[in-house]
Each structure stands twice: as structure tokens, then as C-alpha cells.
């Protein structure tokens, strides 16, 4: 075929090969660009179908969407786990964002030595950070971790299943400000209800906390003014010299299951000053706590000593040291303790100062002080509440 035969024959100049492939590469580039968009849009179709499936399956499918929604705080969600073992008396479940961090976790514990471990960190943490409103049986500890402990008299076994109370942690590494707050309680109180209701407990349903309500740090108030209130006793009693001019912080609830009374020596400046809530506070030097229901052998409180409260099936009894005293009684019917115990850095001693031991004066000196501490908190407080058959430590 002559050259002008073969350029008619193809339509024109140029190597048919070449036109070929630059037809079929044009076509190649549109196919890859077609499944480039068509990834894009599955992906960003997958995505919310993944959320909305994981939000909707993730602890049984009962946390409350719009709560969720709150805490979430536009993480894209992971993954979800749910556990629940009636014989053990124990339900989990977590819902996880795509990085790994924690969404909504949920641990609850009716008896054994899983609880009893999950006390004794809830104890040095300092419980509690801050109590809960409207009377509900629980609080936030150091961590952020909301915990109630409602009774659970049909799912306890032995003599003291009548008093019985289940243990139910609610955490969300993602609350922050005070509305995520709000939604977390609400999550807390909705799945502890939930479990109640698993383990057969009986009884009322926690009431739904009101719209806004948060886990409450308590106040500091200048020691003159915490007269009449819950911590009356650190206004009246005796205290250290360095505390009278001090602060005392209230953070006790009615209907809680752990209260607590701090006393801080006035603000200071520079490095003998303590940050506690991101504002400068004095030295701690006592603290009174008090404490209902059953909560193990092993709790210990930062600061009391060696010996751990007897707030378990352990002798039940008064005692005082020179570093704590503990007096009993019964509310509602169930156990009840107060304990007062000095700061974890009291008596306070300057860098430069040698460490002395304490005199024998000195040693009878505090425990008179602690007694007279407990004595005055555990009689306010049972005045207070529906106590009786008090026990103070014996005065030696």
C-alpha cells in the first residue's frame, strides 16, 4: 500500500500503533480517576455507616444517642466490646474511636475480688474528687470516672446481701467541658440502671440526673464559714495553729456513699503553695471522710497510715492511732464509717529541716486530736442522717 493510501486508510499521518495506545491511554487515565472518585465516596459513605452501627450495637445498644453524640466529640469510632457474666456478678463494655481512645467504657462489679481490687485503687485515689447531685449514690474520683453504687439486695449472696451494693464505673477520655460532663453522668446513671436491672437487684431505678447537672468538686470556704455545714467539725474543734486563718473544702452530698472534709493552712506563695483545681492552695494537714456500704478488706486512704479502713467483713470496730481514728455506726441499716486523718504532709518540714521523730508527748497529742476530730464529724453526721448505735474510739 503507497504511503497516501495507508494515511487514508487510518484516517491521517502517524504511526497506528501510536494512536492506539494514546486512545487507550486516555481511556486508562479515566478508568483510574472513575475508581479514585468511587473509593472517595465509598469511603466517606463507610465511614458514617460505620459510626452509626458501632453507636448503635456498642454496650448492648443502650447508651443514649444524643449523650453519645456529646462525648464523642467528632471522634470517629473503632471498635465495641461487651461482656456480662450473671454468676460472677460482672458486666463491661467499651466503645473505642479509630486512634484507640476510650469513647465510653463501663465496668460493674457485684462481689468477689475483682471488686474488692477495683475499691482499693478507688480508695488512694482520693475519693472523692467531686459528689454527685440529686442524691445519687456515688461520685467522680481523681481520674474522671464516675462511680455509683446502688444497692443490690436480690443479686447478693450470704448474710449481708440484704445491703449489698453493686459497683458501676462509667469513663469517657473524651469529657471535658461542662456539657460532656452533664452527658456522662446521664450515661453513667442510664448504664447502671441497665445493669441492675441484668443482675436482678430490685428495687427503684436511679432517678435521671436534672438537665445540666454535673459531678460537683465541693467549695472552699474560709474555716469561719464552714460552721453549720457538713464539715462543721473543722470549724469548731482544735486544729494546728498554722490552720486557723485556713481553708476547708466541702464535698459531701446527701445520699452519698463517700463524703470528704479538707483542711488547708492558708494560701502561700511560691514553692510551699499547692495547685489543687488549677488555683494555689495552702498546705493539707486534715482530712475527714466518711463512708457507707460494703467496700472491701483492702481500702486504704492517702495519708491515714498502714492500716486499711474497716469498711469490709473484717472486725468492724473503733480505733485510733496517731495517725488515724475511725469511728462506726449503722444508716439505713448498713454499715457506716468516719475517719479522720492527718495530710499526707503533715506535720510539714522544710527542705533543710532534719527529720525527727515524733515524742511520745507529741504522738499523744495527735491522737488526742484525731479522736477529738471523728467525734465531732461522726455525731454531726449521724445527726444528720437515719444512724444509729454510734461507736467512738475509746479515749486513752
Not at 308 to 319: E, F, V
Request: neutral net charge.
Amino acid at each position: 500500500m503507497k504511503k497516501q493510501e495507508h494515511e487514508e486508510a487510518y484516517g491521517g499521518a502517524g504511526d497506528p500503533v501510536e494512536d492506539w495506545a494514546r486512545r487507550h491511554r486516555k481511556l486508562l487515565w479515566s478508568s483510574v480517576c472513575t475508581v479514585l472518585v468511587l473509593a472517595v465516596v465509598g469511603f466517606s459513605v463507610r465511614a458514617p455507616v460505620k459510626d452509626w452501627w458501632l453507636a448503635r450495637e456498642a454496650c448492648g445498644g443502650e447508651l443514649p444517642g444524643g449523650d453519645l453524640e456529646t462525648v464523642r466529640t467528632d471522634a470517629r469510632l473503632g471498635e465495641e466490646r461487651e461482656s456480662f457474666d450473671e454468676d460472677l456478678g460482672q458486666y463491661h463494655c467499651v466503645l473505642t474511636s479509630d486512634r484507640g481512645k476510650v469513647v465510653v467504657a463501663v465496668d460493674a462489679y457485684l462481689d468477689g475480688p475483682d471488686r474488692d481490687e477495683e475499691l482499693r485503687f478507688v480508695g488512694m485515689s482520693h475519693p472523692p474528687r467531686a459528689v454527685l447531685p440529686g442524691g445519687l449514690p456515688g461520685f467522680e474520683d481523681d481520674n474522671s470516672r464516675v462511680f455509683l453504687m446502688p444497692k443490690c439486695p436480690r443479686g447478693g449472696k450470704g448474710p449481708a446481701a440484704e445491703h449489698r451494693r453493686l459497683l458501676v464505673g462509667t469513663w469517657t477520655y473524651l469529657a471535658r467541658s461542662r456539657e460532656e460532663k452533664a452527658a456522662m453522668l446521664r450515661l453513667a446513671v442510664r448504664m447502671t440502671n441497665v445493669v441492675t436491672e441484668k443482675l436482678g437487684c430490685g428495687g427503684e431505678p436511679l432517678p435521671a440526673p436534672k438537665d445540666g447537672a454535673v459531678p460537683d468538686r465541693g467549695e472552699y470556704l474560709p474555716r469561719a464559714r464552714a460552721k453549720g455545714t457538713a464539715c462543721d467539725a473543722l470549724a469548731t474543734a482544735r486544729v494546728p495553729a498554722e490552720a486557723r486563718d485556713g481553708e476547708v473544702r466541702v464535698a459531701i452530698a446527701d445520699g452519698g456513699v463517700v463524703g470528704r472534709c479538707t483542711l488547708r493552712a492558708p494560701r502561700e506563695s511560691g514553692e510551699d503553695a499547692y495547685r489543687v483545681d488549677g488555683k494555689r492552695r495552702g498546705r493539707l494537714l486534715v482530712e475527714l471522710t466518711s463512708w457507707r456500704g460494703d467496700w472491701g478488706t483492702n481500702l486504704r486512704e492517702m495519708g491515714s497510715g498502714p492500716d486499711p479502713l474497716p469498711m469490709g467483713d473484717t472486725a468492724w470496730k473503733p480505733a485510733l492511732s496517731e495517725d488515724r481514728a475511725w469511728a462506726v455506726a449503722r444508716c439505713d441499716g448498713e454499715k457506716a464509717g468516719f475517719a479522720a486523718h492527718w495530710g499526707y504532709d503533715y506535720p510539714h518540714r522544710e527542705k533543710h529541716e532534719k527529720y525527727e521523730p515524733p515524742t511520745a508527748a507529741e504522738r499523744a497529742e495527735r491522737r488526742v486530736l484525731l479522736r477529738e476530730y471523728v467525734t465531732a464529724f461522726a455525731k454531726d453526721q449521724v445527726r444528720r442522717g437515719n444512724c444509729t448505735g454510734l461507736r467512738l474510739p475509746a479515749n486513752d
